[in-house]
């Protein structure tokens, strides 16, 4: 299990490695699993062993089967760690004009809000902010782009950094 | 923010004055009338003639250049007049009141002739211009004397090229008027977004945001200098007003959830907008008496950018309430909605035009973006721009011009203004060095 997790963990790394042209605010830290230990209730963990994030299709709030796994991983951590709270970004490609995005970033954000609260999550914990499309993590003008900003994005508040 | 402006017939010294009278008897015959029909048959440009205005006393000599120049800039934008090289000029006016030699204007075959004379007084600066048709040898219309500060000295010149495009188009003036819009900076991933307001030509660009908080969508009242907006200043967007000479700003209410889109009612009473909640986005109307919330739509659907017909009566607004974004008209009370846009892609961002006649719009189909037109029951679509990403179409306070946004793609990708006339002619980068976004015309200053 803790391998299957390291693979996980390997792979984001390295997909972020390759798209984060000049980017210097990346969520996700690359993950060494020979590192010194994280602590399982740290930003750095939930950000990238949990996962802070899961994409959509162009046009689409449902959550697919890849997002649900990690959905159901940030339930569980932040069910097991009650003290944090969280504001589930939702973000839209630039395919779309601004007014639209923005609801459908809302759409997004909405749907991961509701399948952690569905997993025992507390609602009073949980707040959605939609960005529409105005804030990319990847700026080029291609899919490879676009399917990473069609994101909801859980910003966890009040854990340790590491 | 003072806009003192008188505007004074000269009623003396001009004989035979009428109102565009067409040319008549035998001069009609060799010449046609000093008229340009908009349509889409329209190429050559109607040149004609404008010398330096004459300035009268010391203090006049700084601004009658530049007002001429600003004058004849916002006629030869439109690509529907073309400006004599003024090498070409075989006599100048000698004094303001001189009866113009048109043989002299006919010989370099100019049609229209404009003639200025500045002078100054105090704060105040007083223009006063003829136009001339050169081959009828007769004024258009009245002589026109306008007086303006000092500081609005660009106002003067704007109402002079109204005056001239409404006499020789016949259409409603448009120059004298402002550009509400969102100036971006920095990365494409970090963008800083302010509201900032120009004149329509891009001149007097002064920033109403500083940056800290990320504003979209800004719209004017029809009725006065305050526009309606959204921003991200308390956490989440939400709609704000600002008075954009005072720069007082107050949100418009404060029920839970994110409200955008906003835009005013034609009469300035009353915000139309989308308030999203639980995921959901439908449309609600907020009289700004009462701050009141009254729901519009009620489907799951995305119901956004809400646009009023010019009487009030209905409102355009894009749904995707049939799978992709399409155009609905409703009554401005809400109620069944009945689908306009039926071609292929989605359509967006719908704008009433204030003349009534079309409703603008953008389309996305084919991994392209689009400006377009049609009529309000969805005929006579078309399309008149293209590009990777051409977004919110805005109108001139005379329905005649399309301000828009055009971003370009990659990662050092940046929108830039745009503009083209409702015929699809005329498209053109707004003469703006920065990138912007998300124009909105103001209506007519007074």
Redesign the interface.
């Known amino acids: 299990m803790t391998f299957l997790k390291f693979g996980f963990v390997a792979l984001t790394a390295l997909t972020l490695a390759a798209c984060s ?3 210097e ?1 990346m969520t996700a830290q690359p993950y060494d699993p020979n590192a010194s230990t994280i602590s399982e209730s740290s930003l750095q963990y939930f950000n990238t062993v949990v996962g802070d994030r899961v994409l959509f299709a162009t ?1 689409s ?1 449902s959550i697919d089967s890849y997002a649900s796994e990690t959905l159901t991983r940030q339930a569980e951590w932040l069910n097991a760690n009650p003290g944090v709270s969280a504001t589930i970004e939702g973000h839209a490609d ?7 995005n ?3 970033g ?2 997004r ?3 991961a ?2 399948f952690l609260v569905s997993r025992g999550v507390s609602a009073s914990r949980l707040r ?3 960005y529409g499309k ?8 291609n899919e490879s782009c676009w399917s990473q900003n069609r994101r909801a994005v859980t910003v966890v508040a009040g854990a340790p950094m590491s | 923010m003072a806009r003192n402006f008188v505007v004074a017939w000269l009623l003396a010294a001009v004989t035979g004055a009428g109102v565009l009278a067409p040319v008549s008897g035998a001069m009609a015959q060799d010449a046609p009338p000093l008229v340009i029909e908009i349509d889409e048959g329209v190429i050559e440009p109607m040149p004609f003639a404008a010398p330096v205005f004459i300035a009268e006393d010391a203090g006049a000599a700084e601004f009658a250049a530049q007002l001429t120049d600003v004058m004849t800039n916002d006629l030869t934008g439109t690509a529907l007049f073309r400006l004599i090289d003024r090498n070409a000029y075989i006599s100048s006016p000698s004094s303001f009141e001189a009866t113009p030699q048109f043989a002299d204007w006919r010989a370099i075959n100019s049609q229209a002739l404009v003639t200025g004379a500045v002078s100054t007084s105090g704060n105040q600066i007083t223009l006063r211009f003829r136009l001339w048709d050169v081959y009828a040898g007769q004024p258009v219309g009245q002589g026109l004397q306008l007086v303006g500060d000092r500081d609005n000295w660009r106002r003067l010149a704007h109402k002079v090229a109204d005056q001239v495009y409404t006499r020789i188009t016949g259409e409603d003036p448009y120059f004298d008027s402002r550009v509400v819009f969102v100036a971006e900076s920095g ?5 800083v ?1 302010r509201l900032a307001i120009m004149d329509q030509d891009g001149a007097n660009l002064r920033y109403l945001t500083d940056g800290s908080s ?1 504003v ?2 800004p719209r004017f009242n029809p009725t006065s200098q305050e526009v309606i907006y959204m921003s991200y200043q308390t ?3 939400r709609v704000f007003l600002m008075n954009v000479d005072t720069l007082q700003r107050e949100e418009l209410e404060r029920q839970p959830g ?1 409200t ?2 906003p835009r005013f009612s034609p009469d300035g009473s009353s915000v139309v907008m ?1 308030l ?1 909640r ?4 439908d449309i609600y109307s907020v009289p700004l008496g009462s701050r009141q919330l009254i729901q519009l739509t009620n489907s799951p659907a ?1 119901d ?2 809400p646009s009023y017909s010019p009487d009030g009566s209905q409102i355009v607004f ?1 749904s ?1 309430r049939g799978g992709k ?1 399409q155009l609905y008209v409703m009554s401005a009370g809400g109620g069944g909605a009945r689908r306009i846009s039926f071609g292929d892609g989605a359509y ?2 719908p704008v009433w035009s204030p003349r009534g006649d079309m409703i603008a719009f ?1 389309k ?1 189909q084919g ?1 392209r973006f689009y400006i377009g037109v049609m009529r309000p029951d969805g005929s006579d679509e078309k399309l008149l721009t293209a590009s ?2 051409d ?2 179409p805005t109108w001139s306070p005379n329905g005649r011009v399309l301000m828009f946004f055009r ?1 370009s ?3 050092n ?1 940046a929108p830039a203004l745009r503009s083209v006339d409702v015929t699809g002619r005329n498209e053109r980068r707004v003469p703006l060095n920065m990138p912007a ?2 124009p909105a015309w103001s209506p007519l200053l007074q």
């Open positions: 042209d000049s980017d605010d046009d709030s630039e395919r779309g004009t601004r007014e639209y923005l609801a459908l809302a759409r954000a909405n749907a809000y509701n959605t902010v939609s105005e804030r990319p993590e990847a700026t080029c003008s | 990365p494409k991933n970090a963008r977004k990320m979209l969508t956490g989440e967007p994110m955008f889109a989308s999203s639980g995921g959901n986005t995305i956004t950018a894009e995707d974004q967006a961002t953008t996305q991994g990777f990403l977004e919110g971003e793609p990659g990662p990708g976004s998300d």
